[in-house]
């Protein structure tokens, strides 16, 4: 058999890792030319690192991450909301929440494959059966085509058409800060939320801090790091210290955008993974976890079903339900939190807080963090 896989960012090249790994040549097409270290932080959370443990990557993805062992929710004056220990919950996992940068976790999955299992700089136009047609016009046959080409797939739009992404109503700056001492405490993460913004920073990797701060804006306004300053300036210590500290050329800004949920996603011999299947807004830190999730389930399914397109249903049956709810439930915490009103900012601030707050909140963790994936 014979799979290619379109699309060299998380979730593509841990599909090609895990399909390799149970002998199944695969070649990924990546239309970049070159593979390099781009992008802020990733949170990886345990359902994530069982995922990477699957690969045989764990140790490695370790070595240059950092764990993550409680997250502080506060006000942009500083006040406190609630504390969520994770502690415990990577206790039931059976595997800790890290963060790492995302070009540290594209340079392991990379550095996992043979060198001439990825081809870069190379642009493909569309598909025929489970043929890729590249725009040379060239043909790559394969007997499975996985479309993992992020959320402006050309796969997913030969199977579903176009469609233009869902606009989630702000825009976020995401910065790398390097030489960071003292400035958050050890292995903890802070979230910070109010007027129409959330700040997030953690630990990632050796001494370097990720960092997001949204902003509800309207889409395509292009923001500058001096905006973003001006969103914190006078919100509590460390968030306003933390942006102007960070070099320029260390943040970027995007719209956040998702889409809608699939009701199928593939035919024949062709499937989607990652964000070509599910694209969801970051609010619960799990895109880059879903497709790492995707990559064994699909190597699992392709290694136990027979024939190959039972084998992929299997694949899309097993994952559509779950991606389906992170996607609407990310969704609707990115209102919640994104609120710009101050009556219903102190309500939802209030609530969380509660004893019923937090066992919701824990309850939604456990979902996340304690899926059982099979083994490959």
Same mark, same amino acid.
């Given at each position: 058999?014979r799979?290619?896989?379109v699309?060299?960012g998380?979730?593509?090249?841990? $599909?090609? #890792?895990?399909?390799?790994?149970i /002998? %199944?040549?695969?070649l990924v097409i &990546?239309?970049?030319?070159?593979?390099h270290?781009?992008g802020?932080g990733l949170?990886?959370?345990?359902?994530a690192?069982k995922?990477?443990?699957?690969?045989?990557l764990?140790?490695?993805?370790?070595?240059s991450?950092?764990v993550i062992?409680?997250n502080?929710v506060?006000?942009?004056?500083g006040?406190?909301?609630?504390?969520?220990?994770?502690?415990?919950?990577?206790?039931?996992?059976?595997a800790p929440?890290v963060?790492i940068?995302r070009?540290?976790l594209?340079?392991?999955?990379l550095d996992a494959?043979?060198?001439?299992?990825?081809?870069t700089?190379?642009?493909?136009?569309?598909?025929?059966?489970?043929?890729?047609?590249l725009?040379?016009?060239?043909?790559?046959e $394969?007997? #499975?085509l996985?479309g993992?080409? /992020? %959320?402006?797939s050309v796969i997913r &739009?030969?199977?579903?058409?176009?469609e233009a992404?869902?606009?989630?109503?702000?825009?976020?700056?995401?910065?790398?800060?390097?030489?960071?001492?003292g400035l958050?405490?050890?292995?903890s993460?802070l979230?910070?939320?109010?007027?129409g913004?959330q700040?997030?920073?953690?630990?990632c990797?050796?001494?370097?801090?990720?960092?997001?701060?949204t902003?509800?804006?309207?889409?395509?306004?292009?923001?500058?790091k001096a905006?973003?300053?001006a969103?914190c300036r006078?919100?509590?210590?460390?968030?306003?210290?933390?942006v102007a500290?960070?070099?320029?050329n260390?943040?970027?800004?995007?719209?956040?955008?998702?889409?809608?949920?699939?009701l199928w996603w593939g035919?024949? $011999?062709?499937?989607?993974l990652?964000?070509a299947?599910?694209?969801?807004?970051?609010?619960?830190?799990?895109?880059?976890?879903?497709?790492l999730?995707?990559?064994?389930?699909?190597?699992?399914?392709?290694s136990e079903?027979?024939p190959?397109?039972?084998?992929?249903?299997k694949?899309?049956?097993?994952r559509?339900?779950?991606?389906?709810?992170?996607v609407?439930?990310?969704?609707?915490?990115?209102?919640?939190?994104?609120?710009?009103?101050p009556?219903?900012?102190?309500l939802?601030?209030?609530?969380?807080?509660t004893?019923?707050g937090a066992r919701?909140?824990?309850?939604?963790l456990?979902s996340?963090?304690?899926?059982?994936l099979?083994?490959?």
């Open positions: 058999m799979v290619v896989v699309g060299a998380i979730g593509g090249l841990a $599909a090609a #890792v895990a399909l390799q790994k /002998g %199944i040549e695969t &990546e239309r970049a030319s070159s593979i270290e781009v802020a949170s990886i959370w345990s359902n690192l995922a990477l443990r699957e690969l045989g764990e140790d490695k993805v370790m070595a991450a950092s062992d409680r502080v506060q006000t942009t004056k006040c406190f909301i609630a504390r969520t220990e994770f502690s415990e919950l990577s206790k039931m996992a059976g929440c963060c940068h070009g540290a594209q340079k392991i999955l494959l043979p060198q001439d299992s990825v081809r700089g190379i642009r493909c136009t569309g598909f025929d059966g489970s043929t890729l047609i725009e040379n016009d060239e043909r790559i $394969a007997d #499975v996985v993992a080409d /992020g %959320i402006s &739009e030969g199977l579903h058409g176009a992404p869902r606009y989630a109503g702000y825009t976020c700056w995401r910065g790398i800060r390097d030489d960071a001492p958050l405490p050890e292995n993460a979230l910070v939320m109010g007027g913004s700040f997030g920073v953690a630990p990797g050796p001494g370097k801090l990720y960092w997001f701060l902003k509800n804006a309207p889409r395509g306004t292009r923001q500058t905006t973003a300053i969103v006078d919100w509590a210590a460390p968030v306003p210290e933390i500290g960070t070099s320029e260390a943040i970027l800004q995007n719209d956040i955008i998702d889409r809608p949920p699939l035919r024949g $011999a062709v499937t989607l990652g964000d299947a599910h694209p969801t807004t970051p609010n619960l830190g799990q895109g880059a976890c879903q497709a999730e995707d990559a064994v389930v699909l190597a699992h399914c392709l079903t027979r190959t397109e039972a084998a992929l249903r694949y899309e049956g097993l559509l339900p779950r991606s389906t709810e992170i609407r439930n990310s969704w609707q915490t990115g209102k919640v939190i994104q609120l710009d009103s009556t219903l900012e102190w939802r601030d209030w609530f969380m807080g004893p019923i919701l909140g824990m309850r939604t456990q996340l963090l304690t899926y059982k099979p083994r490959l």
